[in-house]
């Protein structure tokens, strides 16, 4: 049997890169979003179950911190629990979230109550917690890499929210200023972990399968918001 030869390592990332246009910067929900077309209350929508993934997203890393043995990686990975829980004077980016909800509407109480998260955003996100917390470090760390493509998506708020929902607070959108540069950070370590351990060609082909696994946990995150504020 003729065993396919690894890919590059620069090759292997171009095919990481690739995955890009499964993004959900172009579920037709979030294309409606960045062209100004939302309601409010879709608006409101979307925040109130996004946050449920906020608030999950430091109990990820918890657990590849957990299934990790190597500690210069957890010194690394702890920074991405720190950024989202905040310590000190930092907020971090849970609150960060919280005050985009009262930006739009929403009541603090209201978000952490999670009275709105619809069932299929909490079957998406706790499958990724779930996914994060049984398998190797390194596959938990792979699927992180969406964060290649999420400054765009960004971006594209940051410019498109003030013309055309000028009914939220502009101090609101700090997650997203935030998010910029430390997605691009996150990404340089993650890609790294990813690149390091997925040097054969059937790992390869396993990390774009991980990376397309997180690809559609987002993407079905909006399917349910978008059948939720029709």
């Not at 590849?64 to 690394?76: G, Q, V």
């Not at 340089?188 to 082909?205: I, K, N, P, W, Y």
């Not at 397309?212 to 399917?223: E, S, T």
């Amino acid at each position: 049997m003729t065993v396919a030869v690894p890919w590059s390592r620069s090759e292997f990332e171009a095919q990481l890169r690739d995955r890009g246009a499964g993004y959900h910067i172009h579920h037709p929900f979030n294309v409606k979003m960045n062209e100004g077309l939302l309601r409010e209350d879709q608006i409101r929508g979307w925040v109130a179950n996004r946050f449920y993934y906020q608030v999950n997203i430091p109990q990820k890393d918890g657990a590849i911190i957990a299934n990790c043995p190597d500690r210069e990686t957890r010194r690394k990975w702890v920074r991405r629990i720190l950024d989202h829980d905040g310590w000190d004077d930092n907020e971090g980016g849970i609150e960060a979230w919280v005050r985009l909800g009262e930006a739009v509407g929403l009541a603090r109480e209201a978000l952490w109550s999670q009275r709105h998260v619809v069932p299929g955003v909490r079957f998406a996100v706790d499958a990724y917690v779930n996914f994060a917390r049984r398998v190797p470090w390194q596959e938990a760390v792979c699927s992180s890499l969406t964060e290649m493509f999420a400054p765009k998506i960004h971006k594209d708020r940051l410019a498109n929210w003030p013309i055309h929902y000028g009914w939220i607070d502009p101090a609101g959108l700090q997650y997203f200023r935030s998010r910029i540069s430390l997605a691009e950070r996150d990404v340089e370590h993650g890609l790294q972990v990813t690149l390091d351990h997925f040097t054969t060609r059937a790992q390869q082909e396993r990390a774009l399968e991980i990376l397309q696994f997180k690809l559609d946990i987002l993407w079905a995150m909006l399917d349910a918001i978008e059948k939720a504020y029709p």
